[in-house]
């Protein structure tokens, strides 16, 4: 039962852990006396040795619970010597920490700083054209972003997804219906006039919600075409692969029309670019329709870019019913080389020690 709960490191007080760490510790060191004294011809008085090879295994499991557990302790461990940084180096996959809700309580740079200093070497931003937006503009603060995007370049990290139509509800730049067409190909633009200032090759679109007046089979046209015409853009102008997100309506998002990965996967089809995929986001499709590693399998030749967080609750892994371990591990042997994203809140907030520990639940689910 103890090791079962070794997963949850981040949720668990660490000074109890060490202490039960040091209890196993004991069977290290009968193991140490078993091993020194196990001689065959060491005879006691009734012919046995000191130590039977029955007890030098039971010690062995012993130990080998000891050394899983010691090695574990050095994730666990929240201080600030330099030793006990995170390092991205060495994780099968690479994860972008969202910076929207780790290290709230510091200006955005110095979250890029953080999350850097912790060894992770991506992050997302959904707000970033809204990043020092000049109030009452229509256009991002290009210059801000440029700040930013050199910020990055200095800490050697890469831009993840940003939102480019953030319409998972009532909107006007909602592509269900082409009256909102016109604003969401407006945002298309901001959006290649980003991507070169932070180097960000990927890039959120939304459908947008369901409009009483059409049918699912019109409202899925409007989708197609626009993001046909948005995909010209992306292509005419060099800038990133947009992702279209199915979004789950059961907890966060009611009335959203884009909802199961195979709908996205019609979209996509139809669209037929290279510069417009989908955004498998795990938390998301959990819950719209589970069957994670299938239909990632599934659809993976579609697939642009991976998001997760735990559910339910929307946190970090260990935190819900999501099996991390198994379904990044299924990303990784499927040859995936991009990035992978957190869109979540750390459960304990956005606080430092709650933003560590959500970054180390990252590098845990990471193992197996």
């Not at 039977?52 to 039971?58: H, I, W």
């Not at 999501?322 to 299924?330: E, G, L, R, S, T």
């Not at 994203?341 to 590098?363: F, L, Q, T």
Request: charged share 20%; hydrophobic share 35%; glycine share 8%.
């Amino acid at each position: 039962m103890f090791l079962r709960s070794l997963p949850y490191l981040s949720t668990i007080d660490q000074e109890e852990f060490f202490i039960a760490c040091e209890s196993l510790y004991v069977f290290h060191s009968r193991l140490v006396f078993i091993r020194d004294n196990l001689d065959e011809n060491k005879q006691t008085a009734n012919g046995r040795g000191i130590v039977d090879r029955r007890q030098f295994l039971e010690a062995s499991a012993m130990a080998t619970v000891w050394a899983s557990t010691t090695s574990l302790v050095s994730i666990a461990r929240s201080d600030e010597k330099a030793g006990d940084q995170a390092s991205s180096a060495g994780m099968h996959l690479r994860y972008a920490i969202n910076i929207g809700t780790h290290f709230t309580n510091h200006p955005v740079l110095d979250r890029l700083q953080k999350v850097a200093d912790f060894g992770f070497t991506a992050v997302e931003n959904n707000g970033l054209p809204d990043l020092d937006r000049v109030a009452g503009s229509n256009e991002p603060n290009y210059d801000a972003i440029a700040l930013y995007g050199q910020k990055l370049k200095e800490l050697g990290m890469t831009q993840a997804t940003w939102v480019t139509n953030g319409c998972a509800g009532k909107c006007n730049c909602s592509i269900t219906d082409d009256s909102g067409t016109a604003e969401f190909l407006r945002r298309v633009h901001h959006t290649t006039k980003i991507s070169p200032l932070v180097a960000g090759t990927i890039s959120t679109v939304t459908s947008g919600i369901e409009v009483p007046k059409l049918s699912s089979k019109e409202m899925t046209q409007n989708v197609i075409t626009a993001l046909k015409k948005a995909a010209e853009i992306v292509e005419k102008a060099g800038g990133p692969v947009l992702v279209l997100e199915p979004l789950n309506v059961l907890v966060d998002h009611p009335g959203y029309h884009v909802v199961k990965t195979d709908h996205a996967a019609e979209i996509i089809d139809a669209v037929g670019s290279p510069k417009v995929k989908i955004l498998y986001d795990i938390y998301h499709q959990q819950i719209s329709e589970g069957n994670l590693i299938g239909n990632i399998r599934k659809h993976y030749d579609r697939i642009g870019y991976f998001q997760f967080g735990d559910h339910p609750g929307r946190h970090e892994p260990f935190t819900g019913e999501i099996h991390y371990p198994n379904v990044f591990k299924a990303i990784y042997q499927l040859g995936y080389q991009g990035m992978v994203g957190g869109e979540y809140g750390p459960a304990g907030g956005g606080n430092d020690d709650a933003s560590i520990a959500s970054m180390k639940a990252v590098r845990l689910a990471d193992q197996w």
